[in-house]
């Protein structure tokens, strides 16, 4: 089911990001104080954003859990926040250097774009060990549903930070007239947003696959092992699969 169309995904999404990466070197200006090292901006923002997107994503799969009950919402879910868990390791690490280069300093706590992103992203760290602390399955569906839910709550508060805070460092990007970016520089960074998105959805599909089919095979292998019970007299079922 998650493998459909998976292969013309993985290509479109690699002639995206050749793409967006051709832009990025050969297309987009130097920015005028910041010179060279300002082009992490278009790996750093995209990697934030699409972290951001897929936390909120995993806490609306959470949401269609509970409704229905439908453990393929609860393994969506999973997935698209350890993918996000992932993605918000690269954006404070591009962050950081970016930071380094422009500031002087790795990282500033008087930045409320850092900190509420750092906020969210330790808030969810704590996604892991919360679900497989519980042994029981269908207790750790739930509790991780409701967590994803709770959590997402407080992604659009790192949007808002953007906007209400004063005095403003971190660049405005998601604005109406793209901000004080020229042509050049926006239209580089729509394409790598759109790349890093669908590397985001390409990655999801394929963990889902992969997991999926993991699934399947324990549960071949439940019934094999069940059959061999039963032709030994000793008939017994096996517990429910758990991630």
């Not at 250097?97 to 750092?118: H, M, N, Q, R, Y």
């Not at 004080?180 to 947003?193: K, Q």
Request: hydrophobic share 50%; proline share 5%; glycine share 8%.
């Amino acid at each position: 089911m998650f493998g459909r169309g998976l292969k013309t995904l993985s290509l479109i999404t690699v002639a995206l990001i050749v793409g967006a990466f051709a832009l990025v070197f050969f297309y987009a200006p130097n920015e005028a104080d910041q010179g060279f090292i300002q082009k992490i901006f278009y790996l750093h923002v995209p990697l934030a954003i699409v972290a951001l997107c897929g936390f909120v994503a995993g806490g609306i799969y959470g949401i269609l859990y509970l409704r229905s009950g439908d453990r393929m919402h609860d393994l969506r879910s999973y997935v698209a926040i350890h993918l996000s868990l992932i993605l918000g390791v690269g954006a404070l690490v591009t962050g950081s250097i970016w930071a380094k280069a422009s500031w002087g300093v790795w990282w500033t706590w008087d930045e409320p774009t850092l900190v509420s992103f750092l906020i969210v992203f330790l808030l969810y760290a704590c996604y892991q060990p919360l679900r497989f602390s519980i042994d029981d399955p269908e207790r750790q569906s739930r509790y991780a549903a409701v967590f994803s839910i709770v959590a997402g709550a407080f992604v659009p508060l790192n949007f808002m930070a953007v906007r209400l805070a004063q005095p403003l460092v971190h660049p405005r990007v998601l604005s109406t007239t793209g901000g004080s970016m020229p042509g050049e520089m926006r239209i580089t960074f729509y394409l790598s947003l759109i790349a890093m998105a669908l590397l985001f959805v390409t990655l999801w599909k394929y963990e889902l696959a992969s997991k999926s089919a993991t699934f399947r095979l324990r549960a071949l292998k439940r019934k094999l092992a069940g059959d061999e019970e039963v032709w030994a007299g000793n008939p017994r079922r096996s517990a429910a699969p758990t991630l």
